[in-house]
């Protein structure tokens, strides 16, 4: 029995997939994905340069386990066990080698943890984007713009408007009609060189009374501003996006005295973005697990994440939430200290 196991240990599930053709997910070379740790933030962030509050409670952020050589023993295991789940190799590394997955986890950890930085100093109130402009990906070739404007420029002045973010676009297309021959001021995104050009704007495919300049793929041209001091989050070797709201809300924890979560082990997945919303991850159902069992006492999800989480909760409650605000207010029905979050004087 003993050399039977061994040898399924060592031998890959895809195999037998080989072997015995039709077994769905076997014929796919499966992933496992398997509970992960939980692990604390406050221990992983440094911060140079200011006073640091170090709580009692803890925020943790969560992980999944993911086996791309499963053995036979292994998919046996996964069979008994109702919190590993099998999925086929491309639906979690799509073409990649695993590398170049591990790679891009990485690089996909750094953003989240940057953008976890700014997002908690834009929480407390300080500036660390400047909005300067409106960029596109694409210019509509039958649109009014076509031949005129070109990817790789930003919008920073419609009809004397000046234009730095959404709202302002709109306010500056608010003054015009379909028809209306407007001057449009474009800067080119890498030498900054300004050009003025005119086009007759076009009427919106989705509202024919709405003006339309006939561009695509838009987004605002964001740069961030000096930061006030330097934060800096050690992930060691974990990869991923989906810890981006942990890490927010224990950088607002270690910033501002008093206990963000009143005092409780409190497990967080979710990836946050500048305007502090909160998106989906995987492995809901495998990260509650490995909550569950390092203490937590909540666990907080984005909002479609919810019934998942609970699979693998037991009895630790799940909440979901959309925003940045949302958590907060999780937390504050915890009795943490929510409001009135800001920098003390330095």
Same mark, same amino acid.
């Given at each position: 029995?003993?050399?039977?196991?061994?040898?399924?240990?060592?031998?890959?599930?895809?195999?037998?997939?080989?072997?015995?053709?039709?077994?769905?997910?076997?014929?796919?070379?499966?992933?496992?994905?398997?509970?992960?740790?939980? !692990?604390?933030?406050?221990?992983?962030?440094?911060?140079?340069?200011?006073?640091?509050?170090?709580?009692?409670?803890?925020?943790?952020?969560?992980?999944?386990?993911?086996?791309?050589?499963?053995?036979?023993?292994?998919?046996?295991?996964?069979?008994?066990?109702?919190?590993?789940?099998?999925? /086929?190799?491309?639906?979690?590394?799509?073409?990649?080698?695993?590398?170049?997955?591990?790679?891009?986890? +990485?690089?996909?950890?750094?953003?989240?943890?940057?953008?976890?930085?700014?997002?908690?100093?834009?929480?407390?109130?300080?500036?660390?984007?400047?909005?300067?402009?409106?960029?596109?990906?694409?210019?509509? /070739?039958?649109?009014?713009?076509?031949?005129?404007?070109?990817?790789?420029?930003?919008?920073?002045?419609?009809?004397?408007?000046?234009?730095?973010?959404?709202?302002?676009?709109?306010?500056?297309?608010?003054?015009?009609?379909?028809?209306?021959?407007?001057?449009?001021?474009?800067?080119?995104?890498?030498?900054?060189?300004?050009?003025?050009?005119?086009?007759?704007?076009?009427?919106?495919?989705?509202?024919?009374?709405?003006?339309?300049?006939?561009?695509?793929?838009?987004?605002? !041209?964001?740069?961030?501003?000096? +930061? /006030?001091?330097?934060?800096?989050?050690?992930?060691?070797?974990?990869?991923?996006?989906?810890?981006?709201?942990?890490?927010?809300?224990?950088?607002?924890? +270690?910033?501002?005295?008093?206990?963000?979560?009143?005092?409780?082990?409190? *497990?967080?997945?979710?990836?946050?973005?500048?305007?502090?919303?909160?998106?989906?991850?995987?492995? *809901?159902?495998?990260?509650?697990?490995?909550?569950?069992?390092?203490?937590?006492?909540?666990?907080?999800?984005?909002?479609?994440?919810?019934?998942?989480?609970?699979?693998? *909760?037991?009895?630790?409650?799940?909440?979901?939430?959309?925003?940045?605000?949302?958590?907060?207010?999780?937390?504050?029905?915890?009795?943490?200290?929510?409001?009135?979050?800001?920098?003390?004087?330095?």
């Amino acid at each position: 029995m003993g050399l039977l196991l061994a040898v399924l240990s060592i031998v890959p599930v895809s195999v037998l997939g080989n072997v015995v053709p039709g077994t769905a997910i076997i014929d796919k070379n499966p992933v496992a994905l398997k509970p992960g740790r939980a !692990r604390e933030v406050d221990r992983r962030v440094a911060v140079d340069g200011s006073t640091v509050f170090p709580p009692t409670g803890q925020i943790l952020f969560t992980t999944v386990a993911i086996d791309d050589q499963v053995s036979v023993l292994e998919w046996l295991d996964a069979e008994r066990d109702p919190h590993q789940t099998l999925v /086929p190799h491309d639906a979690v590394f799509s073409t990649r080698s695993t590398s170049e997955n591990r790679q891009r986890n +990485l690089q996909m950890m750094q953003v989240s943890k940057e953008t976890a930085v700014l997002v908690a100093f834009q929480h407390l109130g300080v500036d660390v984007i400047d909005e300067s402009g409106i960029n596109f990906a694409e210019v509509l /070739p039958d649109g009014p713009s076509a031949g005129i404007l070109r990817v790789g420029e930003v919008i920073v002045d419609i009809g004397g408007t000046p234009i730095t973010d959404f709202q302002s676009l709109q306010t500056a297309l608010d003054q015009h009609s379909p028809g209306d021959r407007v001057e449009i001021t474009l800067e080119d995104n890498d030498t900054l060189e300004q050009r003025k050009v005119f086009i007759t704007l076009g009427e919106h495919p989705d509202d024919p009374t709405r003006p339309f300049i006939g561009i695509g793929n838009v987004g605002v !041209r964001a740069v961030q501003t000096d +930061l /006030p001091f330097d934060v800096s989050i050690d992930s060691g070797e974990i990869g991923g996006p989906s810890a981006g709201l942990a890490f927010t809300l224990s950088i607002l924890d +270690l910033l501002t005295p008093g206990e963000l979560t009143g005092g409780h082990r409190v *497990a967080v997945t979710g990836t946050i973005a500048l305007d502090e919303s909160v998106g989906d991850v995987g492995g *809901a159902e495998q990260k509650a697990v490995g909550a569950r069992k390092s203490g937590a006492e909540v666990f907080i999800v984005p909002v479609n994440e919810v019934a998942d989480a609970e699979k693998g *909760a037991g009895d630790m409650p799940v909440v979901g939430v959309s925003t940045l605000s949302e958590a907060l207010d999780v937390l504050a029905g915890l009795g943490g200290q929510t409001t009135g979050l800001a920098l003390p004087a330095q």
